[in-house]
T-cell receptor, first 112, second 117 residues
Framework: GDSVTQMEGPVTLSEEAFLTINCTYTATGYPSLFWYVQYPGEGLQLLLKATKADDKGSNKGFEATYRKETTSFHLEKGSVQVSDSAVYFCALKGSTLGRLYFGRGTQLTVWP | GAVVSQHPSWVICKSGTSVKIECRSLDFQATTMFWYRQFPKQSLMLMATSNEGSKATYEQGVEKDKFLINHASLTLSTLTVTSAHPEDSSFYIC?????????????FGDGTRLSIL
C-alpha cells in the first residue's frame, strides 16, 4: 500500500544553515506529494506540493523535487531562520481519493 | 486561499461528558472532510473520512460509537466524543478537500486540544 518514510528528528541547526529533510515514498500509480508544516499548538499548513515526476514545489525559500526514479521528495532550504522552527510532515496522496498518507514528522529547531 | 475553521480550539471537561468539535470550510464547499488525532510528538492518525450526506468511513480500530461524525452540509462536519475519558485526551485536527483530484491539497483546521479530567 501507499506509505511515506520520513527522516527522524529532531534536527537542530544554527540560523543560516542549510536544511535537508529526507522523504521517500511507496505508492501505486502517480501520487501527488506534499510538505506540510505545523507550528506549536496549531494545525497543519501546506508548505509546497508537486503533482508529477520532476516537478519542483517551492515556497518561502523551501524546495522539494518529485523524483520518481528514487521515489523521493526531500525538503531543502538554503538558509534557515529561527522562525522556521516547527514540525515538518511529508505526505502522499495517491490512489484512494483524498486520503493523505503522512510521514512521522520531523521536528526542526533553529537557534540564533 | 482556502480556510478551514475548527472550534473550539481548547476544551477541558470532566470524565463522562460528551464534547462536540466543529469543522467548517469558510470559503469553499467541502464534499469530503477528514478527522485526525495526534498524540504528542507523533504524526497524524486518520480517524475517519466524512462525506456530505452519507455515513462516515472509519479507520480500523476507531470506535464508531465513541467518535460520532456528522457531515450534514457542504461546509460543516462535526466530531462528537461521547462519554469522554482521560484516554481520549488528545489533539484533534480536521481537514477539508477542495476537490477530488489527487493534486488537490487538504486544508487543515488549527486543531482542538481536548483534555479530560
Amino acid at each position: 500500500g501507499d506509505s511515506v518514510t520520513q527522516m527522524e528528528g529532531p534536527v537542530t541547526l544554527s540560523e543560516e544553515a542549510f536544511l535537508t529533510i529526507n522523504c521517500t515514498y511507496t505508492a501505486t500509480g502517480y501520487p501527488s506529494l506534499f510538505w506540510y508544516v505545523q507550528y506549536p499548538g496549531e494545525g497543519l499548513q501546506l508548505l509546497l506540493k508537486a503533482t508529477k515526476a520532476d516537478d519542483k514545489g517551492s515556497n518561502k525559500g523551501f524546495e522539494a523535487t518529485y523524483r520518481k526514479e528514487t521515489t523521493s521528495f526531500h525538503l531543502e532550504k538554503g538558509s534557515v531562520q529561527v522562525s522556521d522552527s516547527a514540525v515538518y510532515f511529508c505526505a502522499l496522496k495517491g490512489s484512494t481519493l483524498g486520503r493523505l498518507y503522512f510521514g512521522r514528522g520531523t521536528q526542526l529547531t533553529v537557534w540564533p | 486561499g482556502a480556510v478551514v475553521s475548527q472550534h473550539p480550539s481548547w476544551v477541558i471537561c470532566k470524565s463522562g461528558t460528551s464534547v462536540k468539535i466543529e469543522c467548517r470550510s469558510l470559503d469553499f464547499q467541502a464534499t469530503t472532510m477528514f478527522w485526525y488525532r495526534q498524540f504528542p510528538k507523533q504524526s497524524l492518525m486518520l480517524m475517519a473520512t466524512s462525506n456530505e450526506g452519507s455515513k462516515a468511513t472509519y479507520e480500523q480500530g476507531v470506535e464508531k460509537d465513541k467518535f460520532l461524525i456528522n457531515h450534514a452540509s457542504l461546509t460543516l462536519s462535526t466530531l462528537t466524543v461521547t462519554s469522554a475519558h482521560p484516554e481520549d485526551s488528545s489533539f484533534y485536527i480536521c481537514s477539508a478537500l477542495t476537490g477530488l483530484m489527487t493534486d488537490q491539497p487538504q486544508h487543515f483546521g488549527d486543531g482542538t486540544r481536548l483534555s479530560i479530567l
